[in-house]
Nanobody
């Protein structure tokens, strides 16, 4: 069982920045990969960014160059720095952890990000 606690969402103007945090209840080296997904109203949940246990990062095309995923191993926490935010980034953002052993996918409760003037 893995618990994921997210924080950092909110309301921001277009062009602004936010940083999301996701704290895991276990050592994140057991999670491969760990990352962020988002779901806008009326749309399917989609990949935002992931990071593997060896530190390899993967981004959705829509977020490359604007978003950065990073981690603090000592804190078992993954971050998503979001810059140059656009109204199209408005969604509920979910932290995801794929446990390598014994396996399974876990989700956080979600945090709302709203980009609006």
């Amino acid at each position: 069982q893995v618990q994921l606690v997210e924080s950092g969402g909110g309301l921001v103007q277009p062009g602004g920045s936010l940083r999301l945090s996701c704290a895991a209840s276990i050592n994140i080296f057991r999670i491969n990969p760990m990352g962020w997904y988002r779901q806008a109203p009326g749309k399917q949940r989609e990949l935002v960014a992931t990071i593997t246990s060896s530190g390899i990062r993967n981004y959705a095309d829509s977020t490359k160059g604007r978003f950065t995923i990073s981690r603090d191993i000592a804190k078992n926490t993954v971050y998503l720095q979001m810059n140059s935010l656009e109204p199209e980034d408005t969604a509920v953002y979910y932290c995801n952890a794929h446990l390598t052993s014994p396996g399974g996918d876990y989700w956080g409760q979600g945090t709302q990000v709203t980009v609006s003037s």
